[in-house]
């Protein structure tokens, strides 16, 4: 690591996220931004990165090369799309730098991808960064094994804004598999994603997902366990999406000096013992 800090790409770099990386980065002891990537064709190429996230000048151009951005780096925050982080992981695996990915919506062949890049690279992915939602994973798991299934249903309900692509969101479905783990039974084939028209009654042991799109609502999530005459509801409410930012570059700071592996955020903040 350099006097100046931890040299983080930030990839995406023009999105909401990006943008919010980017001013944390800039604020954040420890670190210091090495790159901003965008897409080519991006019409963000060649600006200053502190311009578009609204810190002023900050002497770092955004680029559409990744390779250049990656060879002298330490680690790299991806808020992308799957495509794009099996893309990343690669070139973080050929650097054998650091990738922080809290992309969502990746199918199992994505996850297989990654793991192959952990071989060389330190990777940590979740669903969410924040503390307060991977706490919720592990009090959803312990609530999960204490209530049973034949008298406790669970649901796992999620709101998020109107522009979000992918649902359920990556965080219902960590929350999901924690609920699942609790259970000790396998999420995909025990969960129940989509009601319409003549259901029938509730299957014993299922795990529910309702989905909520609308407005600006950067996330809120709620895992219900309802019972006979009574009822628990675990609640997280993202506020900020700062919260994602500063999970993630407390992650990269985490697994800079880690072996080559795939990590979680429970292990970044030793919460994995639990599970």
């Known amino acids: 690591m350099s006097g100046d ?13 990006g943008q ?25 190429i060649g600006r200053d990165a502190g311009e578009i ?16 951005a990656f ?39 994505d996850e297989e991808k990654f793991n192959a890049a952990a071989r060389h690279a330190r990777i940590v992915k979740s669903g969410n960064m924040s503390l307060g939602v991977n706490l919720l994973g592990v009090l959803t798991q312990q609530a999960a094994k204490a209530l049973d299934a034949n008298s406790w249903d669970i ?12 649902a359920p969101s990556g965080t219902a479905l960590l929350l999901g598999e924690a609920a699942a783990k609790g259970r000790a039974v396998d999420l995909a084939t025990s969960s129940v994603r989509v009601r319409d028209g003549h259901t029938g009654a509730r299957e014993i042991g299922t795990i529910g997902f309702a989905t909520l799109r609308g407005g600006s609502v950067i996330g809120d999530h709620s895992v219900i366990f309802a019972g006979e005459g009574e009822q628990i509801t675990l609640s997280h409410h993202a506020g900020d999406r700062t919260i994602f930012g500063r999970g993630a570059i407390t992650a990269a700071l985490w697994a800079f000096d880690k072996k080559p592996g795939f990590y979680s955020m429970l292990d970044v903040l030793g919460l994995a013992k639990n599970q």
């Not at 790299?76 to 070139?91: E, M």
């Open 71 to 109: 060879v002298h780096a330490e680690g790299v925050i991806d808020f992308t799309s799957p495509a794009g982080s099996v893309a990343f992981a690669g070139l973080a695996a050929q650097a054998r730098i650091v990738h922080v990915i809290g992309t969502t919506g990746c199918s199992v062949e």
């Open 20 to 44: 919010t990386l980017i001013r944390l980065i800039h604020e954040t002891p420890g670190v210091q931004l090495h790159a901003a990537l965008e897409r080519e064709g991006s019409p963000f």
């Open 155 to 166: 649901e796992v309900l999620e709101m998020h804004h109107k522009h979000k692509v992918d």
């Open 53 to 68: 996230s609204g810190l002023g000048p900050i002497g770092v151009a955004v680029t559409s090369d990744a390779l250049e």
């Open 5 to 17: 800090g931890m040299k983080l790409v930030v990839v995406g770099a023009a999105g909401r996220m």
